[in-house]
């Protein structure tokens, strides 16, 4: 069972470079989500998709844009990456908003 | 607003000896409550969940909790750690249906032969 896939697995960008990273789940969930985690916070909520065709800000939106391609897929876009984006950042999927969710072994991204 | 407050950012045991990582939460309602594990350059694996059953909650590896409502805590327990429980531990709340998740700042366990 593959469950929450994330592309790519480590990324080095420069400033004001743009990107995309991947997210697909296979286990047919409604809800969506996008975390990053720094040393000594936590995971932080950026965007979520409670359900197909809805997306909502999360704690830490800014210098992000989210696309929910369908039911599968949901992408997190970085327009102009900027050093403060440096982090790991994760995807998750659940049934339904306040269910365990389900993650992807995250995606590592340095920008210079 | 729910949070929740992870009482030890580190925690060190030796193996074969019991573990415990605190956690405390508010909320004015009943929360449903989860253990997360993270395995190093890994996401985020789930342990336990609490959803107002049974106040003792068993999960995998041996991991327990016990959600006592007078203290507002959901402290994991386990009586005899394994070097393989080396990780990074996470606290998470959430209020009611359609509230999001939130995560404590973890707790970083070390396991000492």
């Known amino acids: 069972n593959a469950g929450v896939t994330q592309t790519p697995k480590f990324q080095v960008l420069k400033t004001g470079q743009s990107m995309t990273l991947q997210c697909a789940q296979d286990?047919?969930?409604?809800?969506m989500y996008w975390y990053r985690q720094d040393p000594g916070m936590g995971l932080r909520l950026i965007y979520y998709?409670?359900?197909?065709?809805?997306?909502d800000k999360g704690e830490v939106p800014n210098g992000y844009n989210v696309s929910r391609l369908n039911k599968r897929e949901f992408s997190l876009r970085l327009e102009s990456a900027a050093p403060s984006q440096t982090s790991v950042y994760f995807c998750a999927s659940s049934v339904v908003p306040n269910q365990p969710q389900h993650f992807g072994d995250g995606t590592r991204l340095s920008i210079l | 607003a729910q949070s929740v407050t992870q009482l030890d950012s580190h925690v060190s045991v030796s193996e074969g000896t019991p573990v415990l990582l605190r956690c405390n939460y508010s909320?004015?309602?009943?929360?449903?409550l989860f253990w997360y594990v993270q395995h190093p350059n890994k996401g985020l694996q789930l342990l336990l969940k609490y959803t107002s059953a049974a106040t003792l909650v068993k999960g995998i590896n041996g991991f327990e909790a016990e959600f006592k409502k007078s203290e507002t805590s959901f402290h994991l327990t386990k009586p005899s750690a394994h070097m393989s429980d080396a990780a990074e531990y996470f606290c998470v709340v959430s209020l009611n249906a359609g509230n999001m998740l939130t995560f404590g700042g973890g707790t970083r366990l070390m396991v000492k032969p």
């Open positions: 286990m047919n969930h409604n809800s």
């Open positions: 998709s409670a359900s197909e065709g809805t997306t």
């Open positions: 909320s004015s309602y009943s929360p449903s």
